[in-house]
């Protein structure tokens, strides 16, 4: 949805194959392709003979048997999910009932906010409200066996309950959907927060990883340059909307169709969800103005 960043976009991996991606990692990708999934989910396990699944994915009949094959004969000790989006976790507690293990995360859904009136159907078509971990994994919890240890790093602002998780020892974070190789992360109100997001940014640039595997596409080989370089994205981003809001221009369509220029149609709600996320962050400092809740048909006016 931007240019100004590096993407790495050349990505095409054997769908439901999996593949070797750092020492002792697996990633198998799930094929539920879409323009916010890219070529889809990754899921990826941890380990070998006693080994931890990441973000098992859509509950998906092909994609379940996938998984299951290259799993053959080796023991599943925990079933771990950064985030509730339905694209993450369905499949998890199948997998963790049918080899007997536990499901970890941060814990269950919830929205950044209080829903707005009209707001709730988009929210019931994306969240895994139906997820519950057997085991929360708070910020510095964690999960492990004699061979690999996982630290969840508590990263809010894509959802309230967003995880990325530290291979300990090795350098390498899964970063879930809040940091991706290929685009910026979707940060949607009333499920996402701006102001997360970008806390959860200065969180990661202050970490030494070296290697991030996302929850879409490739792998992030230079995280912390990166990261840095989202954060002033966002930065920017901010300011252009500031911007058109002292200019006169009012709704959030108008500002999407100033700022995002060629975007594909399927993505324009979720550009004006971003640029939601943005104003809200704008209205809780002062800011920004609106009458009545902030919503993408409201008006709004910089202060």
């Not at 510095?140 to 969840?152: E, N, P, Q």
């Not at 990325?164 to 390498?172: A, D, F, I, P």
């Given at each position: 949805m931007s240019d100004d960043l590096p993407f790495e976009r050349h990505f095409e991996p054997p769908i439901g194959v999996p593949e070797e991606v750092a020492p002792g990692v697996r990633r198998i990708v799930a094929p539920n392709s879409s323009p916010f999934t890219f070529r889809g989910t990754n899921t990826y396990i941890v380990g070998t003979g006693n080994v931890a699944i990441i973000d098992p994915g859509p509950d998906d009949a092909a994609h379940r048997a996938a998984i299951e094959q290259a799993i053959e004969g080796e023991t599943v000790a925990a079933v771990v999910v950064t985030h509730t989006h339905r694209d993450?976790?369905?499949?998890?507690?199948?997998?963790?009932?049918?080899?007997?293990?536990?499901?970890?995360?941060?814990?269950?859904?919830?929205?950044?906010?209080?829903?707005?009136?009209?707001?709730?159907?988009?929210?019931?078509?994306?969240?895994?409200?139906?997820?519950?971990?057997?085991?929360?994994?708070?910020?510095?919890?964690?999960?492990?066996?004699?061979?690999?240890?996982?630290?969840?790093?508590?990263?809010?602002?894509?959802?309230?309950?967003?995880?990325?998780?530290?291979?300990?020892?090795?350098?390498?974070?899964?970063?879930?959907?809040?940091?991706?190789?290929?685009?910026?992360?979707?940060?949607?109100?009333?499920?996402?927060?701006?102001?997360?997001?970008?806390?959860?940014?200065?969180?990661?640039?202050?970490?030494?990883?070296?290697?991030?595997?996302?929850?879409?596409?490739?792998?992030?080989?230079?995280?912390?340059?990166?990261?840095?370089?989202?954060?002033?994205?966002?930065?920017q981003r901010e300011t252009a909307i500031l911007k058109r809001l002292r200019d006169g221009v009012d709704t959030i369509p108008e500002i999407v169709e100033q700022l995002y220029k060629g975007l594909d149609p399927r993505l324009i709600t979720a550009a004006g969800l971003s640029v939601l996320a943005h104003i809200e962050d704008l209205i809780d400092r002062d800011l920004v103005a609106c009458d009545g809740d902030p919503t993408l048909s409201a008006s709004f006016r910089a202060r």
């Open positions: 993450h976790s369905p499949l998890a507690p199948i997998m963790a009932t049918a080899h007997g293990a536990g499901t970890y995360a941060f814990g269950p859904h919830r929205s950044a906010r209080p829903p707005h009136p009209g707001e709730d159907q988009r929210l019931d078509a994306s969240n895994d409200t139906d997820f519950t971990p057997d085991v929360l994994l708070p910020d510095g919890g964690r999960v492990a066996t004699d061979d690999w240890s996982l630290v969840a790093v508590h990263t809010p602002g894509h959802t309230a309950n967003h995880i990325c998780l530290e291979l300990e020892g090795t350098g390498t974070l899964f970063s879930g959907d809040h940091v991706m190789a290929w685009s910026t992360s979707v940060v949607a109100p009333p499920d996402g927060n701006m102001a997360a997001f970008m806390t959860s940014l200065d969180t990661l640039a202050n970490r030494q990883d070296r290697l991030y595997l996302p929850g879409h596409g490739g792998a992030l080989r230079e995280p912390q340059r990166f990261v840095r370089l989202l954060s002033l994205h966002r930065r």
